[in-house]
């Protein structure tokens, strides 16, 4: 069975310069190495020796191709040069800012110049209602390209800020998944990724699905929202999100990120174990684990 990663984090040397510029704890020159060295990490390196680190990493485990996300607005180009180093291997993912002056450079760039394919918003973080105009934007711009569009929404917990003692002033109000169904009705050519099934949002993310069919899900991390909703497991998460979404719109994913952690294996023996308990069968199963990713995200080739 084809395995392809919907949701990996291409945490760079740059993404962590940017996650840490101005604070005095950590030097001007070799930053990256002394936050990665904080963080107990592998120091990244150029993008060129991480993606290498990532392609070894997935040959490993046996994973054809991986969506790598730019976690910072402004990374852009780390995660540019993986893709252009290994394009068969990466899909490219950026985080881009809808209220930033500079975001219609940045999506331009992103996806005509850099090769990329998903725009990813986290209305949480940069503290923005989904209606908003300059987020119809960002559709706008992915429609243009034929590219995809994450929103990242509930829950919302950023490991490497908590670890360095980094502020994580979230609005989770604003990750509503039915604020996301109305912009995917808007833009039906337009494929779009919730993460973590909605990340506590379960009903809501459900409820947008229905009515979207441009609406994924992507099964990524350890849900451990489930602790939100009293006697929820993850076989009855899969099982209802078939129902209501179908196999070919579940997108299997890890939220992998650092090394020496690498690919996150037991996410996925979790993830494996709970749609045999869902009694999902051999064909679906192909499409979430591998199907879904190389139909949204296909090659030159295919």
Not at 249 to 254: A, D, I, P, Q, S
Not at 279 to 288: F, K, M, Q, T, Y
Request: charged share 20%.
């Amino acid at each position: 069975m084809t395995i392809n990663d919907a949701h990996c984090h291409f945490f760079s040397s740059r993404f962590l310069e940017l996650l840490t510029a101005g604070n005095p704890d950590f030097p001007v020159e070799g930053r990256s190495a002394a936050v990665a060295a904080r963080a107990g990490w592998i120091a990244p390196g150029t993008p060129e020796q991480l993606a290498d680190r990532w392609v070894e990493e997935l040959d490993r485990q046996h994973i054809k191709r991986a969506a790598m996300i730019a976690s910072i607005p402004g990374d852009e180009d780390s995660v540019g040069a993986a893709v252009a180093r290994h394009p068969s291997r990466f899909v490219g993912f950026f985080m881009v800012n809808p209220l930033a002056p500079d975001v219609a450079a940045r999506l331009e760039r992103g996806f005509a110049e850099q090769g990329l394919r998903c725009a990813c918003l986290f209305p949480a973080m940069h503290k923005y209602r989904l209606d908003d105009e300059r987020v119809r934007h960002v559709f706008e711009a992915a429609e243009k390209h034929k590219g995809a569009v994450f929103v990242h929404c509930g829950v919302l917990t950023v490991g490497i800020r908590s670890k360095l003692g980094l502020k994580s002033p979230f609005d989770l109000r604003l990750g509503d998944p039915l604020a996301v169904a109305a912009l995917a009705g808007a833009f039906p050519s337009v494929p779009v990724q919730i993460p973590h099934f909605g990340a506590g949002f379960f009903r809501e993310a459900l409820m947008a699905a229905g009515q979207c069919r441009n609406i994924h899900f992507d099964t990524s991390s350890s849900n451990s929202w489930m602790q939100y909703y009293p006697g929820l497991s993850l076989p009855s998460v899969f099982r209802q999100a078939l129902d209501v979404a179908g196999p070919e719109r579940l997108l299997f994913g890890t939220d992998s990120s650092f090394f020496p952690r690498g690919w996150q294996k037991g996410v996925y023996e979790a993830q494996v174990a709970a749609l045999d308990a869902a009694g999902c069968s051999e064909p679906d199963r192909a499409l979430v684990f591998g199907g879904n990713f190389d139909r949204i995200f296909r090659t030159e080739h295919s």
